[in-house]
């Protein structure tokens, strides 16, 4: 009975305001309308946040602090190895082997933190590469029939450079003594080899040029001794190289010419470098000691 009273007092309202119900009807289907409008951003939202960076997360590694904003650091890597006989022991074919050389390599560097643990800095470089080989005889044995003697060689090579370089330290500890960092570098050298060596009686000399351009990526280990000196260990672990070479005979002319470009990543022993810099700043607050 309530039922059907209900439904004649819903049919009378509607014929006697017919604009109402229009209206009604009209305000549903902008509601509609609306909430279709918002469906659809939100599912826009909703795809955005799939693409790769649009949403980020942060994983506070930046929270200890290692070097303050508006600090200047100065410093020095420095690279010496030596090549000696002893070296070529474990290679049993080689045999009266006399040679002796050494590679220096000098990198001072200035760096400006523009903000915390984040810096850019420029790089100078200087190496020098010298080598003798007396005498040098490879042995394979009776059975194969190959020997080979090479009577007198002499290397030396001279490289200048200069480079840019961003770093990024993350401090291992609360105190900010303990770090470790990640650099990337963009470097262009150039320089000469001057290769001698013996041709029967008679002595051969030879020169080339060369230009190398790098974006090299230089991980390491930083530990404060001082509040304001660090002494740093860093790697080279590869990246991309081009080189050209220019090769001159003894009279200035030029006999030959090479470039190449190569991408590699792995551990370059001959790239290990000790380094100390010097921490300078205007405004810190706090301090690493």
């Not at 229009?22 to 902008?30: F, I, V």
């Not at 997360?57 to 090549?83: A, C, H, P, Q």
Request: charged letters at 20%.
């Amino acid at each position: 009975m309530k039922s059907a009273l209900y439904h004649i007092l819903l049919l009378l309202s509607l014929l006697a305001f017919p604009g109402a119900a229009r209206s009604a009807s009209s305000a549903g289907e902008a509601a509609d309308s609306v909430a279709a409008a918002g469906a659809s951003a939100s599912e826009m939202r909703v795809r955005k946040r799939f693409l790769p960076t649009s949403r980020r997360f942060d994983r506070e590694i930046n929270k200890g602090r290692f070097v303050y904003k508006g600090e200047t650091m100065m410093g020095l890597t420095v690279s010496y190895g030596t090549l000696s006989s002893e070296d070529a022991d474990m290679f049993p074919v080689f045999e009266n082997i006399n040679l002796k050389g050494s590679v220096t390599t000098i990198n001072p560097f200035v760096g400006y933190f523009y903000r915390n643990n984040n810096c850019f800095g420029v790089r100078f470089g200087y190496s020098h590469l010298s080598g003798t080989l007396d005498t040098f005889d490879v042995n394979l044995g009776e059975s194969n029939d190959l020997d080979l003697d090479v009577p007198w060689l002499d290397l030396s090579s001279e490289r200048f450079s200069f480079g840019v370089f961003h770093r990024s330290y993350i401090a291992l500890d609360e105190k900010g003594r303990f770090g470790l960092f990640a650099e990337m570098e963009l470097s262009f050298a150039t320089g000469e080899n001057n290769f001698s060596y013996k041709s029967g009686e008679d002595f051969k000399f030879t020169n080339s040029e060369n230009m190398t351009v790098k974006v090299w990526f230089n991980p390491g280990v930083a530990v404060y001794a001082f509040p304001n000196v660090c002494a740093t260990l860093s790697f080279g672990l590869g990246g991309f190289k081009y080189a050209s070479t220019r090769q001159f005979d003894e009279q200035g002319t030029q006999v030959g010419s090479r470039r190449y470009s190569k991408m590699n990543f792995r551990l370059n022993l001959a790239d290990i470098r000790f380094g100390m810099t010097v921490h300078l700043w205007n405004k810190r607050k706090g301090g690493c000691g």
